[in-house]
């Protein structure tokens, strides 16, 4: 089992970046592909991006490809995502989440989920 904390969210102009952080409790960690999702009001949870245990497969949605950036570092338990040229439409909640899988992106096989960090981007 791991359990997963969120970082790095708040607000920040359109056109800026942010990291976010998830840092991984447990031994197991590199065992387990990582995702990052968001999820705005009213909307459904989306799958932005996710690595695999190792680092060498990456995954993203089309609505984030060439503007954020998943990355790991397992020595720390540390998963990131560099997000650049924000948009008021990426505000939302971000998640990042645990997949034992060797299937990156499909969300229904991420079982360990963080709470939560808010980002919001203003126009």
């Known amino acids: 089992q791991v359990q997963l904390v969120e970082s790095g969210g708040g607000l920040v102009q359109a056109g800026g970046s942010l990291r976010l952080s998830c840092a991984a409790s447990?031994?197991?960690?590199?065992?387990?592909?990582m995702g990052w999702f968001r999820q705005a009001p009213g909307k459904e949870r989306e799958l932005l991006a996710a690595i695999s245990w190792s680092g060498s497969r990456t995954y993203y949605a089309d609505s984030v490809k060439d503007r954020f950036t998943i990355s790991r570092d397992n020595a720390k338990n540390t998963v990131y995502l560099q997000m650049n040229s924000l948009k008021p439409e990426d505000t939302a909640v971000y998640y990042c989440?645990?997949?034992?899988?060797?299937?990156?992106?499909?969300?229904?096989?991420?079982?360990?989920w963080g709470q939560g960090t808010q980002v919001t981007v203003s126009s």
């Open positions: 447990g031994r197991t960690f590199s065992s387990y592909a």
């Open positions: 989440a645990a997949n034992r899988n060797y299937n990156l992106g499909n969300d229904r096989l991420y079982d360990y």
